[in-house]
């Protein structure tokens, strides 16, 4: 795989499934028009795939529970927010629902297959292009910001004060004139659902509506006509993503005592329709519930969940009457060595998107018998070469596992051999296919992948060990998992790299000044380099550090990779966006200026107009000129 073979990455979105018909929205990154590109399918239970519409970027299909209508977003162009778009499921033209400054969200259809309830951004007037007083205002003309609190902005999304997400309901049929939005400015509301009586959306707000900066949220019930909202479960740290039943709500959620949410595994949790205090079915320390692959789905007696274990992400059936039911009695139904990206169930038959080692993510069906691949979106990509990683384990000097894998490329070597570390750090990498690592691979790299202590998936303590403690056994876990590679006989031992991003160039950044003698060079990327200025300048720093690292500043210190760029001695790029808010660009600023003073051999490379999601989401032109840089600059220091 080269850069440019980024376009080849099709990646599916959630499946909607109703009856037979099967419906997902595929996307991909387009170099040329620097956007992503990419429409709705229908994939037929007999492998057959065929475009449901010809816009370019549409996304996120919901069949309505009749079957009779298919709400979408559709985005005119690259620039313009996508806009709510229903149209038969029979054929025919979409109409478009939804007018709104900021764009649309994902549909949420009503039990009468009429109403669609979503949330959307309503902008103040005189922001973001909306007039104020008939007066159209530019973005460097707009008035002062005044903050008061914490929670102000978020890193990929913007302010959010001064545009609040909020909710509303549209009739598909017969659409009103202006929408009215119903839930107040005062909070951002996610995830509405219906109760089957139509009557009510329950929707995920901050605590106490707001009334205090925190990252704790609960589930509230707003009257569908419009009304006060009414707390309906007080979670016991957040809720994410949910679900209701007849007279039952599940929902996906962490457990902690405010401010120190991290590294706790979300569970599944139930609390009746009529309110009442939350149960929890999993058990804490073993199964970690991924709320990125959506909300629980009811299946029969059991409720499906995706669920993180030893890089895998795996469909689990959770007992309807479980607490807290560990990860050994929860059946298996599909993502053993892949990871399911997101999932539909309809009755007894379940569609889920499963990324492979071979593949981005494909539509599987699962209905009562062996799983039935129903795509190939990836096919392509295998074509251009794509190498299959081998699983790795390790011993650290303590005593404690270590897992991860290695991709080796093509030929005898001995191949120069990059330690890639992944961000987080309560994240992991998993066994779906990894563009970066395919990119290295293919150019001659043997790349090492690591899940150690502070990673997900391998149980809540494995990833509460680096808790006030970073650097520590997280750094013994890296090395040791390397070590283990470098006893391959094709693993060139005298050229090794390291490199990450946010985290990982945290790690990076840290290897480089503490045990530079084990690599060549260092690239770290979007990394966190000073914890005392991380505490104020990153959106989520106000709460993270102190969780993390504590609020004592000589620890902060102690723990930042700045305060030891004196011993950085070997080769250093320092990669960062311009518009990170989750780890600033100063962060990047501060380390190489120290480097560079203190005569290291260092280079900045900085991109404009990215957030912290570059290499994920970024433009398309930028994600290939950083994969150019990256094998340009291991080219020149690792041969």
Not at 113 to 135: K, L, N, W
Not at 286 to 295: D, L, N, R
Not at 422 to 431: E, L, R, T, V
Not at 589 to 595: G, W
């Amino acid at each position: 795989m080269r850069p440019s073979d980024i376009e080849l990455l099709s990646i599916p979105g959630t499946p909607s499934l109703n009856g037979e018909l099967l419906l997902t929205a595929v996307a991909a990154p387009d170099v040329e028009s620097n956007s992503y590109r990419g429409g709705l399918w229908r994939v037929g239970f007999d492998a057959s795939v065929t475009p449901w519409t010809h816009g370019e970027r549409d996304s996120a299909p919901v069949i309505s529970p009749d079957g009779r209508w298919v709400a979408f977003l559709r985005a005119a162009d690259a620039k313009a927010s996508p806009q709510l778009h229903v149209m038969p499921t029979g054929g025919g033209d979409a109409r478009r629902l939804t007018d709104l400054p900021l764009g649309a969200g994902v549909a949420v259809w009503a039990p009468d297959s009429r109403r669609i309830a979503f949330t959307a951004r309503v902008p103040q007037p005189g922001r973001y292009g909306v007039p104020a007083d008939g007066e159209k205002i530019e973005p460097a003309e707009e008035a002062p910001r005044r903050i008061t609190r914490f929670d102000y902005r978020l890193d990929n999304v913007g302010f959010l004060r001064d545009r609040p997400q909020r909710l509303f309901v549209v009739d598909a049929v017969e659409p009103a004139g202006e929408l009215t939005p119903l839930t107040d400015d005062r909070v951002d509301v996610s995830e509405p659902v219906w109760t089957p009586d139509g009557e009510t959306i329950l929707v995920v707000a901050p605590r106490d509506w707001g009334a205090a900066q925190t990252e704790e949220t609960d589930l509230y019930a707003v009257p569908a006509t419009g009304g006060e909202p009414r707390l309906l479960v007080r979670s016991a740290g957040n809720v994410e993503k949910v679900a209701v039943g007849e007279d039952t709500v599940w929902y996906i959620g962490g457990e902690f005592t405010w401010p120190y949410a991290e590294a706790r595994n979300p569970g599944l949790w139930s609390a009746p329709l009529s309110g009442g205090a939350p149960v929890r079915l999993t058990d804490a320390e073993s199964v970690h519930v991924f709320a990125g692959a959506g909300a629980p789905g009811v299946f029969g007696d059991q409720v499906l969940v995706a669920v993180l274990n030893r890089g895998a992400v795996e469909l689990r059936a959770v007992p309807r009457d479980g607490e807290d039911v560990p990860l050994d009695k929860l059946a298996v139904l599909a993502g053993e060595r892949a990871a399911v990206r997101s999932f539909a169930v309809d009755g007894d038959r379940i569609a889920a998107v499963l990324a492979r080692p071979d593949s981005a993510g494909d539509v599987v069906l699962l209905s009562g018998g062996p799983e039935r691949v129903l795509t190939d979106w990836s096919k392509p990509l295998r074509e251009k070469g794509i190498r299959t990683p081998q699983e790795l384990t390790a011993t650290a000097p303590d005593g404690y596992p270590v897992h991860g894998w290695l991709l080796e490329p093509e030929g005898d070597g001995p191949h120069p051999v990059l330690l890639v570390v992944h961000g987080g750090p309560f994240a992991a990498y998993d066994w779906g296919l990894f563009d970066e690592a395919q990119v290295y691979a293919s150019a001659g790299y043997a790349v090492v992948l690591a899940n150690p202590r502070g990673s997900a998936g391998y149980g809540q303590s494995h990833g509460r060990a680096i808790v006030r403690a970073l650097g520590t056994v997280d750094v013994e876990d890296l090395l040791a998992l390397l070590d283990s590679a470098l006893e391959r006989p094709g693993l060139d031992s005298s050229r090794v790299g390291v490199m990450g991003g946010s985290y990982g160039g945290f790690m990076t950044s840290w290897l480089a000044s503490h045990h530079g003698e084990r690599f060549r060079a260092a690239w770290s990327e979007r990394a966190v380099n000073a914890w005392d200025s991380m505490a104020g300048s990153s959106d989520i720093g106000w709460w993270f550090v102190e969780a993390y690292i504590g609020s004592d500043l000589e620890t902060q210190l102690d723990r930042s990779p700045l305060s030891y760029a004196d011993r950085v001695s070997i080769p250093f790029m320092v990669v960062h966006s311009e518009h990170d808010w989750r780890c600033p660009v100063e962060q990047a600023q501060r380390f190489y200026v120290a480097l560079k003073r203190g005569g290291a051999d260092v280079e900045m490379l900085l991109f404009p107009g990215e957030g912290h999601e570059l290499s994920r989401s970024g433009r398309p032109r930028h994600r290939v000129q950083r994969f150019e840089a990256v094998l340009e600059w291991w080219s020149r220091h690792l041969g």
